[in-house]
């Protein structure tokens, strides 16, 4: 078994979808997180300047989506299959394209807020219209088993959830979807365990 280290800030963010990864698979890992403080030191050592980073055996791997990717290859939460892997990168990469817009590091208080607003309330609407029509009377986004895709809803959403907590009002599908994967031992035993942050 290699020897993992994912390197990312005190937050779910853009980390957890790896560590969903890694609770569902039961794979051992240091989860090692690293403080806002301590970044500008950190980030300027680091392929391409962004984190999270997941070292495995001393090799460094980039983009959390692609290591979601890795991960998941060859196991059950990748789809069953190459058509069902395509679908989940697609739906992947249309959640991240969103979650990407919003200007987390905007240090101008009214700018930000204004961006997130409108993404909140002109945007999300149709995308979750899309993702829920996507989902269908299906039990998860792909194929007929859990893939990696529906942790991704679920963390994505739940970031949204804190921004806006009446988000999902008009989806009961897509909230009974976060709750499936809630639900699922693996993850359920995560969530319990890791430590409390907000976003």
């Excluded at 078994?1 to 963010?13: Q, T, V």
């Excluded at 495995?56 to 069902?84: F, P």
């Excluded at 907590?165 to 599908?173: I, T, V």
Aim: negative net charge.
């Amino acid at each position: 078994m290699p020897n993992y280290k994912l390197i990312y800030f005190n937050m779910r963010g853009r980390g957890e979808i790896i560590r969903y990864i890694f609770a569902y698979l039961n794979i051992e890992y240091e989860d090692h997180r690293i403080e806002q403080a301590d970044w500008p030191q950190i980030k300027p050592g680091l392929p391409f300047g962004k984190i999270p980073i997941l070292e495995v055996d001393g090799v460094t791997l980039h983009q959390s989506l692609a290591i979601a990717r890795y991960l998941t290859k060859n196991t059950e939460l990748a789809g069953s299959t190459e058509l069902e892997q395509c679908q989940v990168d697609g739906v992947a990469s249309t959640l991240d394209d969103f979650m990407s817009r919003f200007p987390w590091a905007e240090k101008k208080p009214d700018v930000r807020e204004q961006a997130f607003t409108q993404l909140l309330t002109q945007e999300a609407p149709g995308l979750l219209q899309d993702l829920d029509a996507y989902l269908g009377e299906k039990e998860w986004l792909v194929g007929d088993s859990v893939t990696w895709v529906d942790f991704y809803w679920e963390i994505c959403s739940s970031t949204l959830l804190v921004l806006q907590p009446d988000l999902l009002a008009g989806h009961p599908r897509l909230a009974a979807l976060r709750t499936r994967v809630q639900a699922l031992p693996a993850i359920a035993k995560w969530i319990q365990r890791r430590p409390p942050t907000r976003l």
